[in-house]
């Protein structure tokens, strides 16, 4: 046997020796830990098998799974855990129920992840204390055959969330109760309107229904009952017992009031008032109208007006002490009978005047008016006559005739006099026999006044204005050659409108308009037309004639407004700014307006952009002056400052634009000049002398003589002071119109 085969045999049996005794070492020893593959478990010394990694590992996984483990309890959470009641608290189960038992004084709570919670039996809260929600609400069935909702606060919410609601009853009716003696009040507030909503309530046992901030209708097939603005309104009939009205309209807005005790009143809805009474059916009745103060029977509580439906249209009678006499009757012939109303008063009488000069008096009443009763109506005079076919020409008619009076000198002899209370003192019919009258009435005197008609034909001057007498505010009075006009202040001031003595017939016309006269200050006999000085109005416009009195003049007219316009005159003295253009309007073009603080130049475009011509706030007078020339004016107010290396130019910025470096204390400042045009003009102006300045043209461009060619810069060096002024004299070529140093072509 060689080395090697006797080294191998000796290998085989120290490894056999060692797989069989280390386990008898372990079973023996049992302090000894073993630790399982990959080094995650571990059996230690207690025989405990602990993962090597906390709360890392699973026992089995979702492949392969343990059949069973076998253990006398399970910790969870810290806790010994020994039957399965214990592992699933606080639910228990006793095989017919399961309960649902916490020890705690909070609340409990179920989590779902649909959010619903189903049962096909019945939830019981087992000492009817009922189920309380998460923010203290509950709901119980502590009372028999009720539920009761008690909520956590002073108001209680049930919210529905779905369509239409739907309350039902087999047997009996829905009953809603509250018993909130302080608050018991039930609001419907419907379609998400909190502003408008009907509330009921019990006032002094009585059941109230409001409507919060709105009127209350009831719409049923057969009409409407509205509430709105206080008043009842129905489109059918109104059937009632007894009603307390303040005041009943009609279907045609006619309206009977009782505004006032003891007094009804019927209104109507026009002039005139109709009050139709008629007995129902069409019996031959006669009409009768009867009215009764009280019941009782002493005189005057009672009236009737009727038709006895014989020979008196109208009868009417009075009570004496119970009883109706007849008072008056207007025979259907149109006779009136009056019943001891009137005492016989003198002769009445009166002739034909049938002879040459002769008179005769239409009627003569001398007497003593008898005592009127209320109902009695008495004409002092009537006079109605019918014309003859009269002969001659000094005929006169008249119907009321007042001859002269002699006797005592010292009495007030008027010949109509005419007292107070009247509705008119006189009053015209006119030729028409129609019911409308002129009144002449006068306010009531303070002091003997007198109103003379002159010895002329001719029309009074009206006024609208009760008050219209002389120095009363706003009366118009007539004064000498004129009228005066008091205006709103009663004194003794006034206006007077009075004309210049014509020389022949004049007519002043007032246009059909409201505005004021245009007045002057010249004699009334100097302003008239062509008169020095004078102004007077012409077809559109207003003309002045100036110093001279000739057939010249100056002419203020407008063009035809396409809409208002207005034209302010300042509060200086000065002549206004005149144009030849006839188009010169804001934004017209070519126009030349003015505007705060400067002349604003349209140009040949009429938009809103144009030149605006304005001055600085001077401290003291300036004048520039413009030279007899042709040219552009260049701005000289533009300053560009630069700071860093490259400046390029527009070219709206080289007219009469000055660079200059404040601020650039090294490297070159390069000005780049847009193409020329003739009036442009650009000064380049070295401050600072630390940096040297490059100016170059376009491409195309040439500074003439500084340079030698097209495009060509010009430079100068770092010294303070240095520059140059360029003017632009056609589209290719600047010149030189000024510098100091040395400039220099750099290309």
Not at 423 to 443: H, M, P, Q, R, Y
Not at 468 to 473: M, S, T
Request: hydrophobic residues 35%; contains cysteine.
């Amino acid at each position: 046997m060689t080395k090697f085969c006797k080294q191998g045999i000796l290998l085989v049996v120290a490894l056999l020796m060692a797989v069989f005794f280390v386990p008898l070492s372990y079973a023996g020893n049992p302090s000894d830990e073993a630790v399982l593959g990959n080094d995650r478990w571990s059996v230690d010394s207690g025989g405990n098998l602990t993962p090597l990694a906390n709360n890392s590992y699973n026992i089995g996984n979702a492949t392969y799974i343990a059949k069973a483990i076998y253990a006398g309890s399970i910790t969870l959470g810290g806790s010994a855990i020994t039957s399965w009641g214990s592992v699933v608290s606080p639910w228990t189960d006793d095989g017919q129920r399961v309960y649902l038992t916490s020890s705690g004084t909070g609340p409990m709570f179920i989590t779902l992840s649909n959010g619903n919670i189903v049962s096909n039996g019945t939830f019981t809260a087992a000492d009817n204390s009922g189920f309380a929600t998460a923010n203290g609400a509950v709901i119980s069935n502590a009372t028999d055959n009720a539920i009761t909702i008690t909520e956590n606060s002073d108001i209680f919410t049930i919210r529905f969330t779905g369509d239409d609601i739907l309350f039902n009853t087999t047997d009996g009716g829905f009953i809603f109760g509250l018993s909130d003696s302080t608050n018991g009040n039930v609001s419907f507030k419907t379609n998400g309107d909190t502003n408008d909503y009907l509330e009921i309530s019990t006032g002094s046992n009585q059941p109230i229904i409001n409507a919060i901030g709105c009127g209350f209708k009831f719409v049923s097939e057969a009409g409407t009952i509205d509430f709105d603005n206080n008043t009842l309104t129905t489109t059918g009939t109104l059937a009632a017992g007894v009603s307390t009205l303040t005041s009943l309209v009609l279907t045609n807005s006619e309206t009977i009031g009782n505004a006032n005790n003891g007094e009804i009143s019927v209104a109507s809805n026009s002039g005139a008032m109709i009050l139709n009474i008629s007995a129902a059916g069409t019996s031959d009745s006669d009409a009768e109208l009867q009215l009764s103060a009280d019941a009782g029977a002493d005189n005057g509580d009672n009236w009737k007006i009727s038709h006895d439906g014989a020979s008196n249209s109208l009868v009417i009678y009075s009570d004496a002490s119970g009883s109706f006499v007849e008072k008056a009757n207007l025979s259907t012939g149109g006779n009136l009978n009056i019943s001891g109303g009137f005492t016989t008063m003198g002769t009445m009488y009166g002739y034909k005047v049938n002879a040459a000069s002769g008179s005769a008096e239409g009627i003569n009443v001398t007497g003593t008016l008898g005592i009127m009763n209320g109902d009695d109506h008495y004409d002092g005079l009537v006079v109605n006559l019918t014309n003859a076919d009269h002969t001659g020409a000094n005929n006169e008619v008249n119907g009321i005739h007042i001859e002269n009076i002699t006797g005592d000198t010292n009495a007030r002899e008027y010949g109509i006099l005419v007292e107070g209370g009247w509705d008119a003192e006189i009053a015209f019919e006119g030729s028409s026999d129609n019911g409308t009258v002129l009144k002449l009435t006068c306010a009531e005197p303070t002091t003997n006044q007198t109103i003379t008609f002159p010895n002329a034909t001719g029309t009074v001057m009206l006024s609208t204005l009760a008050t219209n007498y002389l120095y009363a505010a706003n009366s118009v009075v007539g004064v000498s050659n004129g009228l005066k006009f008091e205006g709103a202040t009663a004194n003794t001031f006034g206006t007077t409108l009075t004309v210049a003595d014509p020389s022949e017939n004049r007519t002043v016309t007032f246009g059909n308009m409201t505005g004021s006269p245009l007045l002057t200050t010249l004699a009334a006999t100097s302003n008239h037309i062509h008169a020095a000085n004078a102004v007077w109005g012409v077809s559109n416009g207003i003309k002045f004639e100036g110093a001279t009195g000739d057939t010249k003049g100056t002419t203020l007219t407008v063009k035809d407004p396409s809409e208002n316009r207005t034209i302010t005159f300042p509060n200086s003295t000065g002549t206004v700014m005149i144009t030849d253009l006839d188009t010169n309007y804001l934004y017209g073009a070519n126009s030349v307006s003015g505007t705060s603080n400067g002349i604003k130049f349209e140009g040949a475009t009429g938009d809103t952009k144009g030149i605006l011509l304005t001055a600085a706030d001077a401290a003291g007078n300036a004048t520039i002056t413009l030279p007899e020339a042709n040219g552009t004016i260049n701005s000289i107010s533009n300053i560009i400052t630069v700071t860093t290396n490259g400046t390029t130019l527009l070219a709206s910025q080289a007219y009469g634009t000055t660079i200059v470096n404040t601020g650039q204390t090294q490297g070159n400042i390069n000005v780049t000049l847009p193409a020329v045009a003739a009036g442009m003009k650009v000064t380049v102006y070295n401050v600072m002398g630390a940096a040297e300045i490059d100016v170059a043209p376009e491409a195309s461009d040439i500074i003439a003589v500084l340079t030698n060619a097209a495009g060509d810069s010009i430079s100068s060096a770092g010294a303070a002071g240095n520059y140059v002024t360029l003017l632009g004299i056609n589209s290719t070529d600047w010149i030189c119109v000024g510098s100091s140093g040395a400039w220099t072509d750099v290309n």
